[in-house]
């Protein structure tokens, strides 16, 4: 029975050594039984901690990404509206006369 569980991997997993482990496979006491319940139960707690903190770390993701998103679509529009704007200014001069493209001053 002892080569269908991988004693090794619940020892590193666990406080229990691999000795207590064999014996409580082998002839278990209600004292090895608890030990080992305890032990799987503080690293269920563990567990349990790090899943919510991984939750709490996809939620603040999402949330800088949708806001980045958001600011970089504001800033799109901005910057869409002030080119917009100074190429309208820039025909206004031209057909009021008070601006002459750069290029149109070199063959004078």
Avoid at 61 to 87: M, Y
Wanted: proline share 2%; charged share 30%.
């Amino acid at each position: 029975m002892a080569a269908e569980v991988d004693l090794r991997l619940i020892s590193d997993s666990t406080s229990l050594t691999e000795s207590s482990l064999t014996t409580l496979l082998d002839a278990p006491t209600s004292d090895l039984v608890k030990s080992f319940l305890q032990a799987i139960q503080g690293k269920l707690k563990e567990c349990e901690l790090l899943k919510s903190q991984k939750i709490k770390a996809e939620v603040e993701l999402e949330t800088t990404i949708r806001t980045s998103e958001s600011k970089s679509k504001v800033l799109q529009n901005s910057r869409d509206k002030a080119l917009a704007d100074a190429s309208k200014l820039r025909v206004d001069l031209q057909v009021s006369g008070w601006f002459t493209p750069l290029h149109a001053c070199d063959n004078n």
